[in-house]
C-alpha cells in the first residue's frame, strides 16, 4: 500500500476510534510521521495492509499524548532538564520533540514485534573499485 492511501485508512480509522477533536493538521502531523518512523524501521517504500490498524493504535497514542499535554496546564510544554540544586526545570515548547527525541519502542509501544516480520534486511554492497 502506498503512503497516501496508508494516511487516509488510518484517518478513517482515527475517526472511529478517537471521539476526542483534533486539529486536522495536528492528524496528519502525527499520522505523517508515524509511517515516516514506521518506513524507515521497516527498510520499505511501502505500508503492509496488516499494519494499517496496528498504525492506527501508534497514531492514537500519540494524539493522546498530545491531548493531555495540551489539557495541562502548561499545554504544549514538556520538561526538557531539571537541575537539583539550583531546582530550575525547564520546559521545551514543541510537543513535536517527544517524536523527534522518543525511541522507537516508545513511541511503537507493543507493535515492534509484530512489524519485524515486515522489516527487511539492510543489504550492504561493497564499494566499487
Known amino acids: 500500500m502506498d503512503v497516501e492511501a ?3 485508512a488510518i484517518k ?16 496528519d502531523f502525527s499520522i505523517r510521521e508515524v509511517i515516516d518512523r514506521v518506513l524507515l524501521y521497516l ?3 511501502d505500508i503492509p495492509e496488516q499494519l494499517v490498524r496496528p498504525l ?4 492514537d497514542g500519540v494524539l493522546k499524548k498530545y491531548t493531555a499535554n495540551a ?5 504544549n510544554q514538556a ?9 530550575s526545570v525547564s520546559y521545551s515548547d514543541n510537543l ?23 522489516r527487511r534486511p539492510t543489504v550492504v554492497y561493497p564499494e566499487q573499485l
Open 56 to 59: 492506527t493504535g501508534i497514531t
Open 96 to 118: 513535536a520533540r517527544y517524536l523527534v527525541s522518543a525511541t522507537d519502542d516508545e513511541i511503537f509501544g507493543g507493535f515492534t514485534k509484530l512489524m519485524n516480520r515486515f
Open 12 to 27: 478513517n480509522n482515527i475517526g472511529m476510534i478517537n471521539r476526542t477533536a483534533v486539529d486536522i493538521a495536528i492528524l
Open 6 to 8: 496508508a494516511v487516509t
Open 43 to 45: 527498510n520499505r517504500s
Open 71 to 75: 489539557k495541562s496546564d502548561r499545554p
Open 79 to 87: 520538561i526538557s532538564s531539571v537541575s537539583d540544586n539550583g531546582q
